[in-house]
């Protein structure tokens, strides 16, 4: 297990560096930040790759090929959620590194370039603008998002500036789809479905389409002593029911609904409530199922609305695409795993991923590394075993060699 070994070490140093004492917190730009990003460049260095951190933050290993002209990408992010666990993002990062040091170690010359990239940011905790890193690689980098400020009122024009970056330098970053080979990323599955199947890894089909919501529901006050159950206008009761009509609407495979905020503003413990704000976020691997479900809750809310005689206003926050993963990247993945004696288990992803980023760019491969402890993540209990770890990097050797034209066993 010399690179399970390895890995699980490398994030344990990483995860050294945070924002607090108590837990790992390592959000864009920051002190923290900045010093994982030098880590990383000495162990890319050390590993043979020609490295660099270029004007979003984004640290690149370039394995340049003497005979070819196309790039495989090898990425995911190294920013983190407020007390995070130590492999979400930088898994797939140490994996790939990994597996480049691997092959310089060999000697093997690939018959294209290899890049394993650290994205900057994508969680978006900071400027609560995700994808950062990769959106500006992709060349989607929003000019807009420069406007965006974090809590202390700095911009994120004026940190990037300050980092050495401006609009002009960003836009350079971006490759041309003509350029790239396919985009691979090893990430923690942050969920069950691997623990329960008892699989170390899976091949993922799809990167789940969301759309969000805010919902308003608006009644009318009244004494909690005093007000008759059938003549009140409860704002609180018609939430409650919105929860349970999402739960009902999205409980069947490849569907999945949340209401994940819920608050009663000016609530107080003996008064009938006049107003509730709650979320709404709906996901499914295919756009038309995700679209029908949120139709059908939003016909729901509206029947709520009349029967109990409240307001009830939605405003859509977001909505993104499914994005497929190649078939033939899903194969290549899934006979290395089944070369690896383990059993290959496909499945879609419910989170977003930088993968999101190169859809329609080049093809893109995702392989899910199982989660422990229940498949928590983005917690201080998220873990992974050295054994999985291993297989992960070993799994992702495989299509490299495969697409360089020659399998090693």
């Excluded at 699980?8 to 990003?37: F, K, N």
């Excluded at 038309?288 to 139709?295: H, N």
């Excluded at 054994?387 to 495969?402: C, G, M, N, Q, T």
Aim: aromatic share 4%.
């Amino acid at each position: 297990m010399k690179f399970g070994r390895r890995l699980i070490d490398m994030a344990d140093r990483l995860a050294e560096h945070s924002e607090t004492s108590d837990g790992l917190t390592c959000t864009y730009l920051t002190d923290a930040h900045r010093a994982v990003a030098a880590q990383l460049c000495d162990w890319m260095s050390a590993a043979g790759l020609q490295t660099h951190v270029d004007a979003v933050g984004n640290v690149v290993g370039r394995v340049p090929s003497r005979t070819g002209r196309k790039t495989l990408l090898l990425g995911s992010h190294y920013d983190t959620v407020r007390n995070a666990g130590r492999y979400d993002g930088r898994l797939g990062i140490l994996a790939a590194l990994l597996s480049a040091e691997e092959l310089h170690r060999a000697g093997e010359e690939l018959p294209f370039h290899l890049e394993v990239i650290a994205f900057s940011e994508e969680e978006g905790v900071r400027f609560s603008t995700p994808y950062i890193g990769s959106s500006a690689v992709a060349g989607r980098f929003a000019p807009a998002w420069l406007e965006r400020r974090d809590h202390a009122g700095d911009s994120l024009d004026e940190v990037l500036q300050e980092a050495g970056g401006n609009l002009e330098t960003i836009a350079a970053l971006a490759r041309r789809p003509e350029d790239l080979l396919a985009y691979l990323e090893v990430h923690i599955e942050q969920g069950p479905v691997l623990l329960e199947q008892n699989c170390p890894l899976g091949v993922v089909t799809s990167i789940a389409g969301a759309v969000r919501y805010t919902v308003t529901v608006s009644g009318t006050a009244g004494h909690a002593g005093t007000v008759p159950m059938h003549q009140r206008h409860d704002a609180a009761t018609a939430a409650a029911e919105i929860v349970l009509a999402v739960e009902q609407r999205c409980s069947m495979p490849g569907l999945v609904g949340t209401v994940g905020q819920l608050a009663v503003p000016a609530g107080a413990i003996n008064v009938i409530p006049a107003r509730c704000v709650l979320s709404l976020d709906i996901r499914a691997a295919e756009d038309t199922v995700r679209d029908a479900a949120a139709a059908d809750v939003l016909k729901r809310i509206k029947e709520i609305a009349q029967r109990r005689g409240v307001l009830i206003e939605t405003q859509e926050l977001m909505r993104t695409p499914a994005v497929p993963c190649a078939p033939a990247l899903q194969d290549l993945l899934s006979e290395s795993i089944a070369a690896c004696g383990a059993s290959p288990l496909r499945l879609v992803s419910g989170a977003g991923h930088d993968a999101v980023m190169f859809h329609g760019l080049t093809d893109i491969g995702m392989l899910f590394v199982r989660c422990g402890n229940g498949g928590i993540s983005h917690s201080p209990r998220e873990t992974v075993s050295a054994k999985d770890a291993d297989i992960a990097v070993r799994v992702l050797l495989e299509p490299i060699r495969k697409l360089a034209g020659r399998h090693v066993t």
